[in-house]
Each structure stands twice: as C-alpha cells, then as structure tokens.
C-alpha cells in the first residue's frame, strides 16, 4: 500500500495530472501493472489512489496541476479560468442519469417518472 500521507499536497496533485495520463509516478515504486495492460487492468491500480487524492485536495487544486503541468499555463491563467468557469454541480453526472433513468446492463432503457430525483432508496 502506498502512504500518501507524507507528500504534500502539490506532490499528491502532481501525482494525480501522471494518473490521470496512466503513468505511475515513480515516487510510488514499481509499476503495478504492464504498460501495455488494458484499461481495466490499469484502472484497478489507479481509482483508489485518484479517490483518496480528489477527496483530500477537491477540485480547485487537481485542476490548477492540470492547468500549470500539464497545459503549460500560468497561475494568473489558471486564476482567471478558475474565477470565470462555470460552477459545477457536487453530484456527479453518472449520479444524475441513475436518477432520471432505470439502468439495467449498463445501458439505459427506460425513462422513469421526475418524482424518481427525491427517492433515495435508488441510489
């Protein structure tokens, strides 16, 4: 297991702009996986990391690494992006069709009634 509590917060978003690339930081040791794995096989590796990093930072410091690594871009830029953008809503869109629609095998089949958004026992 690695120990991302002792890596400062910038080093835990640098971390998070290679995941999001598919790379392994080198910081966290041998790769887990082959280079040439699949996605599923790579993602299992990944997604538990990337959960616990998004969750301890949130957004506005995961996109500033992304905007200054991996784009190129200034502070000022990023500040100015940051200050425009439209805000996001904290539920997720996934979350958002499981609410407007019945999904069953991955895909959606039915449209169900907008009283469906209040009933929390279909989360």
């Known amino acids: 297991m690695i120990d991302l509590s002792k890596y400062t ?14 790379e392994w930081p080198e910081e966290f ?7 040439d794995a699949l996605f599923t ?8 990391i990337q959960y616990v990093i998004e969750k301890k930072l949130g957004e506005k410091l995961l996109l500033k690494a992304w905007h200054l690594l991996k784009l190129g871009r200034t502070e000022e ?11 996001v809503l904290s ?30 026992s279909n989360d």
Do not use: H, M, T
């Open 9 to 22: 917060d910038w080093e835990l978003a640098a971390f998070s702009v290679k995941l999001n690339c598919w």
């Open 29 to 35: 040791g041998e790769c887990p996986y082959s280079a």
């Open 41 to 48: 096989d790579a993602s299992q590796f990944i997604r538990p």
């Open 77 to 87: 830029q990023f500040e100015e992006w940051w200050s425009k953008r439209e805000p």
């Open 91 to 120: 539920v997720s869109a996934l979350a958002i069709l499981k609410k407007i629609y019945k999904c069953s095998n991955g895909r959606i089949n039915e449209r169900v009634p907008i009283g469906f958004l209040n009933d929390k």
